[in-house]
């Protein structure tokens, strides 16, 4: 599956060329193209504030979408016709659209009243429905079709400044534009982002509109310039106040009553006392008088201090550890990477990441090298010169060292430099092509729970495992069945060895970077399990020169080891009453149906899950999302992050396609494709993105549009973009075929 999945490439994949591209060849009454070549893809990108979270999170067992190649794929619907235009209103002053059936007759782009390039309406002999007559073709316009860049630019001018999030439903600005969010009871949509704001109060409605109701989280998203990262609060010995029923945590939602004794949750409805060392009286209003002193009362996103019940075995964590495992096989070393690498480790170590306020990291780090044996090395600060283990027996892996495997780089930076320099000369003269890897694995993971801390591993590795040990897989291309019936066979690993040490890794709180040097097949879909369940992430550098390819990689790993990270996680999601979350689609392992457990997780990394109707929802409740991830910062400090989101609720249809997240709704709509391809064809996948769009467009024009041409293409304000971004999914590498 490969390409590298990195975090931050521009929402729109790439650069528009010779302006807005055109979405379509001809246009007649059946079947028609639903649109050009673009060059790039849809919004996908990194962080929340630069585009939305990764397809996966970003990492890399899942492929790229973007960049490919393929045929236009064919749609119907009534939202094409014969017309050479489409019809569209302006959006109102605060940047959300008006309801179509009030627009005025003004020109702009996208809209054209009768008689200014349109064709004239159906005359009295003259049969309304397209199907009816054959009408001529007539090609698109396309100075008349949406440009995404203007509609990026247009937002960027309405909608950059600051971002208030005191009320639900609001909808924020697009993942391209620069704001500052003002957080004041939302969460900023750097962190977490809906599909809709507007949610049907009905499953009809949703099953009618097909708009998917889902959400994208980036729980350790990084803050724009001028914003505050959210506040730690402690509570000493009493931990975080949660809701004797659901657990969710103290937020803004909750109501306080009697005085300020009880807390009425709106996740469950319950009312729990509250504890006599949070108690506080109420003002006037029924507002707690201490809440603009507490984070957790007036703020969308903070963080508690865990207590003890919140680590494992009850005991507080150690700093966690980065261990390199670079494969010195002969292909790494002829490739000139095992030198480059080694070369600039000394200035990589030195930007390790710290906590907020910390003066340095206390992260330790440690080295193995392997080929068809395992190499652990002692660089214990008070030694003169590394010392080197070797493991032979790769049938069952052990952790041959007690202490000095992992150390401060600081206080070991004499030894660290010495084998850096020894390394490329030992293994210079190698002709050792058969390599391992789940022996090496196996082993830094071993290192690390002998050192009782969470962390992660950075694997530099070559090529396909072939030697005599677990985890040996055979070479299985086939690039026959790409696009075919058969093409998952070869997304979906070949041997489980993967997916238990991937299991593993989860339960010690360790997470799995691949950066994969492969001049032949690789077998991502199996090798890359252990990065996808432990939420890490895959990088290729196909037939890697250091001279050429030398600057990305390092680039790379200075970006990896640099960036603000979690370990030992665990997230869940809690909602209120009426809706529930039902699919997760991300990088992590889940053992239960509720809590997605990672290894790590960063700033780069984001998920998505989607949201279904448990019951009726009535315009008074409205709908709440809390997100809850706990886990070890890279001091060693148990925290938790809670994350909180309110969106209304509607019964009109024209109220939800007011609200949409177009951004977020085609991040979702990727991530799904990308795992229902492990399931099924591409021939499906790819059928199942036009009909969710066609239905959506139809349910738009059939219900909320004024009376109009049906040769008129109609697309509502916030979607008009939509066919052109499901075309760019459906054209890239990943669900082309």
Do not use: W
């Not at 649109?35 to 849809?42: L, T």
């Not at 002053?93 to 309406?121: E, F, K, L, R």
């Not at 049938?395 to 780089?409: A, I, R, Y």
Request: proline content about 9%.
């Amino acid at each position: 599956m490969g390409g590298q999945m990195q975090g931050g490439p521009p929402p729109m994949g790439g650069q528009m060329q010779g302006g807005p591209p055109p979405m379509g060849g001809q246009i007649q009454g059946g079947p028609s193209p639903m649109g050009g070549r673009m060059h790039g893809g849809p919004p996908m990108g990194g962080q929340m504030h630069g585009g939305p979270p990764p397809i996966g999170g970003q990492m890399g067992s899942g492929p790229p979408l973007m960049g490919g190649h393929g045929g236009p794929p064919q749609m119907s619907g009534p939202m094409l016709g014969s017309s050479p235009g489409y019809q569209q209103g302006p959006p109102s002053n605060n940047g959300y659209p008006q309801h179509p059936d009030v627009y005025p007759n003004n020109t702009g782009m996208g809209y054209q009243p009768a008689g200014q390039g349109y064709p004239p309406g159906p005359g009295p002999q003259q049969p309304i429905h397209p199907g009816l007559q054959s009408q001529p073709a007539r090609r698109l316009d396309p100075d008349e079709m949406p440009s995404p860049i203007q509609v990026m630019k247009d937002d960027q001018r309405n909608r950059s400044g600051v971002f208030v999030t005191n009320q639900k439903g609001l909808v924020p600005p697009l993942v391209t534009t620069n704001f500052i969010t003002q957080d004041q009871g939302n969460s900023s949509p750097r962190f977490i982002r809906s599909t809709m704001y507007n949610v049907p109060a009905t499953i009809d409605m949703m099953k009618q509109t097909a708009v998917p109701f889902g959400l994208v989280v980036s729980p350790l998203a990084r803050p724009a310039e001028k914003e505050f990262p959210p506040p730690i609060v402690q509570m000493g010995e009493l931990g975080p106040v949660r809701c004797n029923r659901c657990k969710a945590y103290m937020c803004p939602f909750m109501q306080f009553m009697d005085g300020g004794r009880r807390f009425h949750c709106l996740f469950c409805k319950a009312a729990t006392e509250v504890p006599a060392e949070y108690f506080q009286h109420l003002d006037h209003t029924g507002q707690r008088v201490d809440r603009y002193e507490r984070p957790e009362l007036v703020l969308g996103t903070y963080e508690f201090i865990a207590t003890k019940d919140y680590c494992r075995n009850n005991t507080f964590p150690q700093p966690p550890a980065v261990v390199f495992l670079l494969d010195v096989s002969y292909n790494n070393v002829k490739s000139g990477m095992v030198h480059l690498l080694c070369s600039h480790i000394k200035d990589i170590i030195k930007l390790l990441p710290r906590d907020e306020g910390a003066d340095k990291s206390t992260m330790k780090v440690g080295f193995i090298t392997y080929n068809n044996t395992v190499h652990f090395y002692n660089i214990k600060g008070v030694l003169a010169q590394p010392q080197m283990m070797v493991v032979g027996d790769v049938q069952d892996m052990f952790m041959p060292l007690l202490e000095g495997f992992l150390c401060d780089p600081v206080e070991s930076e004499a030894v660290i430099d010495s084998l850096m320099e020894q390394i490329p000369a030992m293994f210079a003269d190698t002709r050792e092509t058969e390599t391992i890897l789940a022996p090496a694995i196996q082993a830094g993971l071993e290192a690390l729970k002998a050192s009782n801390c969470a962390g992660k591993l950075l694997v530099f590795h070559s090529s396909l495992p072939i030697a005599e040990a677990p985890g040996k897989l055979k070479n299985r291309d086939d690039r026959k069945l790409l696009g075919t019936e058969k093409e998952k066979t070869v997304l979906v690993p070949q041997v489980n060895t993967y997916n238990n040490l991937g299991q593993e890794c989860v339960g010690a709180g360790v997470g799995v970077d691949l950066f994969m040097f492969n001049n032949s097949y690789i077998d991502l879909a199996t090798i890359g399990q252990v990065a996808r369940l432990t939420g890490g992430e895959v990088y290729k550098y196909t037939y890697f020169q250091a001279d050429l390819d030398g600057d990305r990689l390092i680039s790379d790993i200075k970006r990896n080891v640099s960036r603000p990270i979690a370990f030992d996680a665990i997230m869940r999601v809690r909602t209120s009453t009426g809706v529930r979350a039902t699919d997760f689609y991300g990088h992590f392992f889940m053992s239960n149906t509720t809590d997605m457990e990672l290894g790590t997780i960063d700033c780069d990394k984001g998920v998505a899950l989607e949201i279904k109707h448990d019951d009726k929802l009535t315009e008074e409740d409205g709908v709440y999302v809390q997100v809850a991830l706990l886990y070890t910062s890279c001091g060693g400090q148990r925290r938790l992050r809670v994350i909180n989101l309110g969106l209304k609720t509607c019964s009109q249809m024209a109220d939800l396609y007011r609200s949409c997240d177009l951004d977020t709704v085609v991040n979702f709509f990727s991530k799904q494709a990308v795992f229902r391809l492990l399931e099924t064809s591409p021939k499906p996948v790819k059928e199942n993105l036009v009909n969710r769009c066609a239905q959506m467009l139809a349910c738009y024009r059939k219900n909320c549009a004024s009376p109009s041409s049906a040769g008129q293409l109609i697309l509502p304000e916030c979607m008009k973009l939509l066919p052109l971004y499901i075309n760019c999914v459906l054209k890239s590498d990943a669900v082309s075929g």
